[in-house]
């Protein structure tokens, strides 16, 4: 027995009904996509992705045969946000009532209990964009080595440093870090991520962000992962999947680097002939974190294309009893005004599925097709 669950973190699909109370109304990252950059997912439309836009009234190209076995449908977030770790929790069965804590800048008492505990000083404090950060703080970070703390419109703490140890260097980045997620906690301050932002270069003009960003979540409540732990089925996640859910559920963690190299790690375990039934869950981030956020259509639609390919030599190695589900966690419409993310719906869709997928779920759905599918074990 096993499962390959595939998130393309921010692909969504548009129409969220609440999208007005999130300042969203009108975002919708696929149908936008779809409309004005040529875009076509032959592999994706025989999984039926054609037929779950066309149904949302979306204008797409004349849709491929669809593969035996398939079946698709589009999926409403119930919980409150519209972050990467609600959507993932939800996935995994767990509905959040109340949205994680967000700040436009946080308090003075939190960051000196931080400061303290870490030993730095910070500089920045302020909602703003990763790539603008660097370049107001950038220089002074360079000069000073205090670390630029910062936030966004999702619930995290993000504390960005150069990765050069004369500078500031990766690993104190990361204690630092790890000190925040652990002050966050014990003040029962719920963000949902801090996150270490790692970046290289001499100067403002040609700072770059590196891989090796590391997230430190909130514990999550107890989720489907955790239920097929228990019943001994091996969960192995991929990307970001591990620091999304603490390490909760997670037997096997393989981070990557980039969607290329998680799509090959993902062939590899796919590949690596496992007698133990097992889960494989992964994120592919290139959407959200360089396209979505940086509003690059382009990029966006190109990184699409290219999973698409990936995935259509993917394909022919599921089994009949094999089950595999792409989804998503929110949307990030590149078209849209700002760089947050967007509440939007997304595409659930699935190659044999356990049982008969219905109309407009809540994200949950995905943790019941899990338990239907491993429920002789469970």
Known sequence: MRVLGLILDS????????????GDEGADTLG??????????PHLASLGLYEVLKKMGKVVPHAPMMRSGTDATHMSEASKGKDTTTGHWEIAGSILERPFDTFDCFPQTLVAEIENRANVSFIGNYASSGTEVLQKWGGEHLVTSRPILYTSADSV?????????????LQRLLQTCEVARTVLDEQKIAIGRVIARPFVGERPDNFTRTANRRDYSLLPPPTVLNQLQDAGVKV???????????????????PTKSNAAGM????ELWNSNRDEPHFIFANLVDFDMHYGHRRDPKGYAQALREFDDWLGRYLPMVGKNDFLFITADHGNDPYFPGTDHTREQVPLLTLHSPVPLWPSSDFTLVAHLLRRYFASIL
């Open 157 to 169: 703490l993000q504390i960005a440093a150069h990765e050069d140890p004369t500078i500031f260097g």
């Open 32 to 41: 936008h996509l779809f409309e004005r950059e040529a875009l076509e997912l």
């Open 236 to 254: 192995i996640g991929v990307g970001k999947i591990s620091d999304i859910f603490a390490g909760q559920g997670i037997d096997e963690s393989y």
């Open 11 to 22: 692909v969504g699909c548009g129409g969220a009904r609440d999208a007005a109370d999130y």
């Open 264 to 267: 090959s790690k993902i062939s």
